[in-house]
């Protein structure tokens, strides 16, 4: 009975337990319907700032200055870019000059004085004169005509002077001045210069004569020219005299004949030991300028330079004689004054003068040498005419005759020179009138690997490679897109003066790899076969042809002022149009700038200012003869989208978009998406195409603006299958592909008020699985 | 008919006979204290439960020896009771676990069972949490005394058809094409009491024996306790619901006109309150960096209410041995009548009481150029959080009352040698928790099997759900106690479900 109890107990358990009710594990499948208003009567101006709801927010970092506006909201994509063309710097001139020196030799040396007093050099009495003593022969003793020819008077006049040691004769005579005071006249008077130490004669003998018209007759002073031949030695000087006279009564108290003086008449010597007065040698010397890239062809050419030297080496002085040199370069003018800070030597900045003198301390001693002399070139002007720069060297010797008693006597020789070399280097110009020879210049870096001075347009590291931002997007989205009239302007800012021309190429590269040369189609922008350019290449050793190239020349500024001026590229003259429809993503550029081709005389301007910005400029007048398309893939990741096949549990079973519209905009569009896969494919078993959206374009005013006051509206209904609807959880991309045609291909302009009012609503059932 | 099958009917008959009984009174109630113990026999325990849990269902049964040891400690005793109409498992049952969709008129046949016709009718869903972490009690010859700790987390939520129409539809204009009420409301509660009951016999009143009854013995007890209040919030939301769906050239259009009031207190009240003020001077104010739900750490640093209690009760206990009970005929039998008033007392909730409340008409047609599906939907809740349910007034109040759930609580068991059975009857004063002013009949029975193994069953009807089974089983020495208890509804189609579990946690006696 016990146990049954107990089975009675557990039983009661059991009962218990079985017949409570308890839950199952949840199994059902939910279905939502789910609705929502993407957008309600919302209207979209084509254009606007962030203030209302706008297709392009032109504040946008994108578009904040694509776009320029008119008085009637009509829209140019306007946009200037920096374009990094090369440093025309190179179309300075660069001038080299040849070192060149002086040697500027003494010369002839010109004898003049002998002697440092005046009056008696030595003198003759009559008995020496006559053979006659007077202390024998009575006053008035008649003397019979007669000579002294068998024994000629000396009178030595070595002793006094003092002026003089020796010469080597070259040239010239010796005016002897004689007094005769003897008393009685002499017909003639025979005078020869002798060396007294071996009793050479020296020289030729001179006479006195009345023939001569310095007949000694008695007390008059005559003067007569002893000449010398070249190589005569005249040393140890005395002279000889033979006189002869006519009869005549022997004078009461008879003077002297006196040698007066002695002095050089032109007399020249090659060699002299003597006291000389100042002698003054000079010489010059030229630079001559490189003409291989300008030319001084007048004397109006100048270059002033930015930069540059002459460099004076020390003068060497072979002379015995302190002595004082001018450098003059008269070409050289205009130098500020600050040339001669710290520099004694220059004298003049205008022109430029160098001096070696005793007045500012820097005469070169004898036998000596002078300092080194560098002067800085910047801001002289050179004007080089036949590109040659003339300099004088003037020296001149210390008189030594005011030299102290011992130094007085020096020896010169005609050899001896003071020489130096002149070096003119670094020279940078900063403005050079003249002729600037043409060149050409690279206006992009050449590439370090090659260095041949050729370009190629495909060479990465030779062009110029620009984007034109905000058109980079649409390039690769838009197609056989037709603007009516775009414009391509290269704006610059430059000083150039000088006559240059830009042969270049231009390729535009659309999205899609397409290529467009811009090129002229009038005489202006034309590149012809005969144009001195080439160089210019696609890749190495593929040149570009004339029809791929364009040129076009600067303006004129013939003041070399900074100026800023523009070259337009329309289409009618260039095919601008066809470049710029392709909506180039990228532009490259290579170029060459030919300066100055012709070769006249111009100006050029260190640093040479060219500053380029390429402009775009498109009006949004277009037409269609075909759609534009506009195709984008951009991502979107539908992963989250509920699908069985993925293993959710939930699904969407069914989906509705409806889509209420006005377009106020001139054209239709028709619009495709399509749903693709991470690998960019479409859905796959099932595709997802939404492909029946279609818009009316607006109708057209005359002004060819769309009529805003009739817009054309409709409504469009897009229903999506489950079987899609099961796909779109694959989708990672849509590809929006939207055709935009102007109608029966009219010519429409687009403004910013252009607008399109959307109202868009979804609907979508939901199952979800729950178990 | 074998003896098994006839006593089965036997009781069968007996439960059937007596849900009709009371059924037909219209008297249903239940939110007593229940152990495990109690839990497993019917959620009953008016006159048998002892020890120190007697001070929260009848303090008068510490004077119960049903356990010899005079002394019982017991630590961390627990349970969890939740149940209601809107936990309805034979709804659930018939429609959320056979695969169905749940679209058209499945859909519409599943909220009709569910919450009836009118998208006004609400369900409830309740939920307790009780812990008594540790209570003593000691039985003398003439008197007894206990003191025990309870903490006790009350929920409750209710919504109404339109709520569940909403989740089910989704925003369907079709649905939602009229206005459609969407209601809900939230009341929490949590907090700690502690009990000192005392009980006595009343050994004065000299009680003659009756023709089956003797050694009559009238027992009556009382235990005041001290309450302390940790957090409370009422939330009450209340609003129509429509949809135009715009395909009359009209936008597509919500339009939701609510009323609701947040009562609440502590950390909280204060967020809140800064939110309304920082909206006022901005409205863009974010909801979300003001208000922290669940912030409440600082709510427990001190107590946000106090306030007393009382439970009081008596118990009859008799000896009916000479009743001749088949299969019990030499067993000893103790019957004992019991009635109790449970949780008579209040809680105030003061500490910066406040109310918020909002009256408004929402009319929302997104921001209308969505760049996403889904952003009408993300900008729709953004919109409610902030500008429109965000959008509150708050004001400061006296103070938030939370009457306990009080209820009036009758028992009888009758214990014959191994075997105890029980009958209880219970009202409700209040609706607040679990407890309902419907009227609750429990029946439970407890065999104990080698004297040491109580098996325990019993049944619940009325009060906040559908009938209830319960069942239960563990070790009960007389010096150690470990059992746990479990009840479930068998058709919550009527009346929602329950469920509940109760551990005894480690009771020791000696």
Redesign the interface.
């Known amino acids: 009975?016990q146990i049954?109890?107990?089975?009675?107990?557990?039983?009661?358990?059991g009962?218990?337990?079985t017949?409570?009710?308890?839950?199952?594990?949840?199994?059902?499948?939910?279905?939502?319907?789910?609705?929502?208003?993407?957008?309600?009567?919302?209207t979209f101006q084509f254009m606007g700032d962030s203030t209302m709801?706008v297709m392009i927010d032109t504040t946008g970092s994108d578009f904040d200055s694509l776009f320029t506006i008119d008085g009637d909201d009509f829209i140019t994509i306007s946009k200037e870019q920096d374009f990094n063309f090369g440093e025309l710097n190179d179309a300075i001139p660069v001038i080299d000059v040849d070192p060149t020196s002086f040697d500027a030799a003494v010369g002839e040396i010109e004898i003049t004085d002998f002697s440092s007093g005046s009056g008696d050099l030595g003198s003759a009495n009559i008995e020496e004169v006559t053979g006659q003593n007077p202390n024998f022969v009575p006053a008035g003793t008649p003397i019979p005509a007669g000579s002294n020819a068998a024994s000629p008077v000396r009178i030595g006049i070595g002793a006094n002077t003092d002026f003089f040691s020796s010469a080597t004769i070259k040239s010239g005579a010796l005016d002897v001045q004689l007094t005769n005071n003897l008393g009685f006249d002499f017909q003639t008077a025979t005078i020869q210069v002798i060396d007294t130490t071996n009793n050479a004669p020296i020289g030729n003998a001179a006479t006195f004569s009345a023939g001569n018209g310095n007949q000694l007759t008695d007390g008059t002073t005559q003067t007569a020219s002893i000449t010398f031949s070249d190589g005569d030695q005249l040393r140890n000087l005395g002279v000889e005299i033979v006189v002869s006279w006519d009869n005549f009564n022997f004078p009461n108290n008879p003077q002297e004949l006196v040698v007066n003086s002695v002095n050089g008449n032109n007399l020249v010597a090659s060699q002299v030991q003597a006291a000389l007065d100042e002698q003054d040698f000079s010489t010059s010397s030229t630079a001559s300028f490189s003409a291989d890239e300008f030319e001084f062809t007048q004397p109006s050419h100048f270059i002033r330079m930015k930069a540059g030297e002459i460099d004076i080496a020390p003068i060497q002085n072979d002379l015995d004689f302190s002595i004082d040199v001018t450098i003059n370069f008269a070409d050289i003018q205009n130098c500020p004054a600050s040339v001669a800070t710290n520099i004694p030597e220059i004298t003049s900045v205008d022109p430029l003068v160098i001096s070696y003198t005793q007045a500012n301390g820097t005469e070169i001693s004898r036998s000596g040498s002078s300092n080194q002399v560098i002067v800085p070139l910047a801001e002289c002007e050179v004007y080089a005419t036949n590109n040659e720069v003339t300099f004088t060297i003037d020296a001149a010797t210390e008189n030594t005759k005011n030299a102290p008693q011992g130094d007085q006597i020096r020896v010169i020789n005609e050899t001896q020179s003071v020489a130096a070399s002149v070096n003119i280097s670094g020279l940078e110009i900063e403005r050079a009138t003249g002729i600037i020879k043409q060149q050409t210049v690279l206006l992009n870096d050449d590439d370090p690997a090659d260095f041949d001075d050729d370009l190629a347009l495909f060479n990465d590291n030779e062009a110029e490679i620009t984007e034109i931002d905000g058109l980079n997007d649409l390039s690769s989205q838009l197609s056989d897109i037709n603007f009516t009239n775009p414009i391509l302007s290269i704006n610059y800012e430059t000083n150039i003066s000088v006559p240059t021309t830009i042969y270049g190429a231009f390729v535009g590269i659309n999205g899609d790899g397409e290529q467009v040369y811009l090129r002229g189609t009038g005489t202006d922008y034309s590149v012809d076969q005969t144009d001195p350019i080439s160089g210019l290449l696609k890749d190495a050793g593929d040149p570009l042809s004339a029809d791929e190239m364009i040129k076009f020349s600067l303006a004129d500024n013939l003041n070399g002022d900074n100026i800023n001026a523009s070259i337009q590229f329309d289409r009618t003259n260039t095919n601008v149009d066809d470049f710029l429809n392709n909506l180039p993503s990228e532009i490259r550029f290579i170029g060459k700038a030919v300066v100055n081709e012709d070769e006249n005389t111009a100006t050029i301007i260190d640093p040479l200012n060219f500053d380029p910005k390429i402009s775009v400029d498109i009006p949004l007048r277009l037409s269609t003869t075909q759609p534009i398309t506009y195709t984008d893939t951009v991502e979107q990741d539908m992963s989250g989208v509920p699908s069985p096949e993925n293993g959710d549990d939930q699904s969407i079973t069914e989906g509705i978009i409806a889509i209420d519209y006005e377009n106020g905009f001139p054209m239709g569009v028709d619009l495709v998406v399509t749903f693709l896969d991470s690998l960019q494919n479409e859905l796959s078993p099932v595709s997802v195409q939404l492909d029946e959206i279609t818009l009316q374009a607006a109708q057209i005013g005359a002004d060819r603006f769309a009529d805003h006051d009739n817009p054309t509206s409709g409504t469009i209904e897009i229903a999506l299958s489950g079987d899609q609807l099961d796909q779109l959880y694959k989708t990672r991309f849509l590809e929006v592909s939207a055709s935009l045609q102007t109608t029966n291909n009219q010519d429409v302009k687009i403004r910013t008020t252009d607008f399109i009012t959307l109202?868009v609503?979804?609907e979508?059932t939901?199952?979800s699985e729950?178990? | 008919m074998n003896i098994r099958l006839y006593n089965n009917i036997m009781k069968k008959s007996l439960f059937l006979a007596l849900i009709i009984g009371v059924a037909s009174t219209s008297l249903f109630a239940q939110s007593r204290h229940y152990n495990s113990q109690s839990l497993a026999m019917g959620s009953g325990g008016t006159a048998y439960v002892d020890g120190f849990h007697a001070n929260f269902i009848n303090p008068a049964n510490l004077m119960l020896d049903i356990h010899r040891p005079k002394t019982q400690i017991g630590l961390m005793n627990f349970g969890v009771k939740a149940g209601g109409s809107l936990a309805n498992l034979a709804v659930y049952n018939k429609y959320l676990t056979t695969g169905q969709l749940i679209a058209g008129e499945t859909r519409t046949n599943m909220l009709n069972e569910w919450f009836g016709e009118s998208s006004s009718n609400e369900r409830e869903l309740s939920a307790t949490f009780s812990m008594a972490p540790l209570g003593v009690s000691y039985r003398g010859v003439n008197q007894a005394f206990s003191v025990a700790s309870r903490v006790r987390i009350t929920e409750d939520f209710a919504i109404n058809k339109g709520m569940a129409e909403l989740m089910t539809y989704g925003l369907d204009s079709d649905k939602f094409s009229s206005p459609t009420p969407v209601n809900f409301s939230s009341n929490t509660v949590a907090f700690a009491e502690i009990s000192v009951g005392y009980a006595r016999e009343l050994n004065f009143i000299n009680i003659p024996d009756l023709f089956f009854a003797k050694d009559i013995k009238l027992y009556v007890g009382a235990a005041p306790k001290y309450l302390y209040g940790v957090y409370t919030a009422d939330l009450d939301f209340n609003s129509t619901l429509q949809i135009d769906n715009g395909t009359n050239g009209s936008n597509f259009t919500i339009n939701h006109e609510f009323n609701y009031s947040l009562q609440t207190i502590g950390e909280l009240s204060r967020q809140l309150q800064a939110y309304e003020t920082a909206y006022n001077q901005d409205n863009n104010a974010n909801f979300d960096d003001y208000v922290e739900f669940g912030d409440v750490t600082n709510d427990l640093s001190s107590p946000q209410a106090t306030g007393f209690g009382l439970d009081l009760g008596a118990t009859v206990e008799m000896d009916i041995s000479s009743v001749p009970i088949p299969l019990f005929v030499r067993k000893k039998k103790t019957l004992r009548v019991s009635m109790s008033i449970t949780d008579m007392g209040k809680l105030t909730y003061d500490q910066d009481p406040s109310s918020i409340y909002a009256d408004g008409d929402f009319s929302y047609q997104g921001a209308g150029d969505d760049d996403e599906f889904s952003n009408f939907f993300d900008n729709l809740s953004d919109s409610l959080q902030n500008d429109v349910y965000g959008q509150f007034n708050s004001e400061q109040t006296d103070g938030i009352t939370y009457n306990l759930p009080s209820m009036y609580n009758f028992g009888a068991s009758l214990e014959m040698g191994k075997l105890m059975l029980a009958l209880d009857y219970g009202i409700g004063f209040n609706n607040n928790g679990l407890n309902s002013d419907r009227s609750v009949l429990s029946l439970g029975a407890q065999y104990r099997l080698l004297g040491f193994i109580p098996i325990r069953v019993g049944s619940r009807v009325g009060g906040y759900s559908s009938a209830a089974y319960s069942a239960g089983i563990g070790l009960d020495f007389n010096f150690l106690e470990f059992t746990v208890g479990v009840s479930n509804v068998a058709n919550s189609e009527n009346s929602g479900s329950s469920a509940g579990v109760a551990w005894s946690g480690l009771l020791l006696r000696f």
């Open positions: 009975m049954k109890k107990h089975i009675l107990a557990c039983i009661a358990l009962v218990a337990f017949g409570c009710e308890l839950p199952k594990s949840p199994d059902f499948r939910t279905s939502h319907k789910v609705e929502a208003p993407v957008m309600y009567n919302k709801s109202s609503r979804a979508l939901i199952e729950v178990n």
